[in-house]
């Protein structure tokens, strides 16, 4: 194998390392916002009437980035081929939206 050979190898190995990494920072951020929510909505199962307001604010806005990021991971994945979805539903189901 020729050095152009090689160097071409190199440089295919690192996007491929690339893309595997940044998939798994989409993840990890979504991991994050998920997490969140699901405390938020402990909080406001315990919330005084008063601070229901705040928190369901608080809910609706990690939710919302939930989802961006949600939507970010899928149209990752599909950026490098993965077209099928349901273990990101499996793994990363959407938070509910609450009233």
Known sequence: MNSRE??????????????????GR???????????????????GRAPEIAREAVLARYRDARRRALEAR??????????GLRNH???DQQFPEPPALR
């Open 6 to 23: 090689e160097a071409l190898q190199r440089t295919e190995k690192e996007i491929l390392a690339e893309k595997a990494a940044t998939l």
């Open 26 to 44: 989409a993840g990890e951020r979504l991991e994050a916002l998920l997490r969140l929510c699901a405390e938020l909505r402990e909080d406001l």
């Open 71 to 80: 939507h970010t991971l899928i149209i990752q994945r599909e950026a490098i």
């Open 86 to 88: 349901r273990l990101v």
